[in-house]
């Protein structure tokens, strides 16, 4: 039976108003979505919040940017607080007869997308974008409740384990740097031994590895016989290409995945979605040389003052002869891996204090940028090579496993995006 949205959804039905109960509200503006995913819930005073923070959301709704559709600022939302409160840069749609999830799939497919993308270029602006009645007016076959259940049945599984390897692969990291932080920034061990202590939950041959006590530095109190030195002093560094926008692509037919800025993470990470554009493998003979490998190191080298979350940031490849490195960003290799390697580089080099003497150097403009000569210049703690390698063991085997889980999210992913347009259109049966 097909039928208009309108007639199963009501989009933008609830906006804050004079009688809203809560005085803190959870805020999603366009940025914090994407491809389905929440990166970031923005806790503010009522108060305090932009004017455009009106749209209610509650549990089962779909959100659609209806700004640049293409960038797919879209996500369901499943388990949000009652206070929360989306940007009226989103269409917020409010399933009421049909199964809400499988709305959202249908609302969210390349083809509709596509769609919705034509209708925001027709218009000239700086910003394309639709209104929320295209959404309204929008008229989709739906199939009896049973079988749009068994569709959406398939598909959460897939997202749910996609998920589980997300928080799997936070939780993982979050290990990695706490141990970082214990033993190169707080230096507990060190201290413990000073105090003439075991440090907790440490084995006597790893605590026998530690200083029982500190010297001076330019980076202040270190521990006693640790190293002061540069990345330049124990890292190789190249900038990434500068491809014409005429020779990229957004088809991965015989082409690399060209690496971007946008595909790192606010806070560090590899965002393998960050980025939709593809060079032909055929184009890069003379340029193979920015091909990334395996434990690359991604820095993002330029950002916006007003808005700045990347700069100095890095990213962690996870996979061999897939990525072509972009201008903007530049890729860090250690020259001895004995003496520092991925793990410890990665980790130190999105810690708070990293960022902000690196930052600190950079130029100051509208566009905020740094140069390879201050990147090469920043100075870094190491320890002895028999911290650094009983640390490597722990902090390696932890990003092996996080990339075992992203190849397997990366399979989950064409699965369902194989299988949600089969699905939806009866070409594969769900039931």
Known sequence: MKSRISEIAIVNELSIDRDYPYEIINYLDIASVDKGQILEVTELNLKDTPSRAKRIVRSNDILISTVRPNLKHFCFIKNQPPNTIASTGF??????????????????????????????????????????????????????????KAVTSILLNLENKIELNRKMNETLEAIAKAIFRSWFVDFDPVHAKAACKKPVGMDDATAALFPDSFEDSELGRIPLGWEVLTIADVCNFQNGYAFKSKEL?????????????????????????????????????????????????????????SSMALLGHTALMDVDDEYIVNQRVGRITAKDKSTVNYPYLYVLSNSPEFIQSLRSRANSGVQVNLSTAEILSTKI?????????????????????????NFETEILIKIRDMLLPKLISGEIKAM
């Not at 703690?381 to 889980?405: Q, S, V």
Request: charged letters at 25%; one cysteine or more; proline letters at 4%.
């Open 249 to 305: 692509s957004d088809l991965d037919i015989d082409s690399y995945r060209v690496f971007k800025m946008g595909n790192i993470e606010k806070g560090g990470g590899f965002k393998r979605n960050g980025s939709n554009s593809y060079i032909l493998k055929q184009k890069c003979h003379d340029i193979i040389r920015y091909l990334l490998k395996k434990s690359d190191l991604l820095m993002c080298m330029t950002d916006m003052k």
């Open 91 to 148: 269409a917020v749609i409010t399933v009421k007869q049909a199964d809400p999830y499988y709305v959202y799939c249908l609302l969210t497919t390349s083809q509709y997308t596509e769609y919705l993308s034509a209708i925001a270029d027709s218009h000239t602006s700086a910003y394309p974008a639709f209104n929320p009645d295209v959404i309204e007016n929008s008229i989709f076959e739906f199939p009896p409740i049973e079988q749009q």
């Open 381 to 405: 703690l190491l320890p002895n090579k028999e911290i650094h390698g009983k640390y490597n063991d722990i902090a390696e085997n932890i990003f092996e496993k996080i990339f075992i889980n």
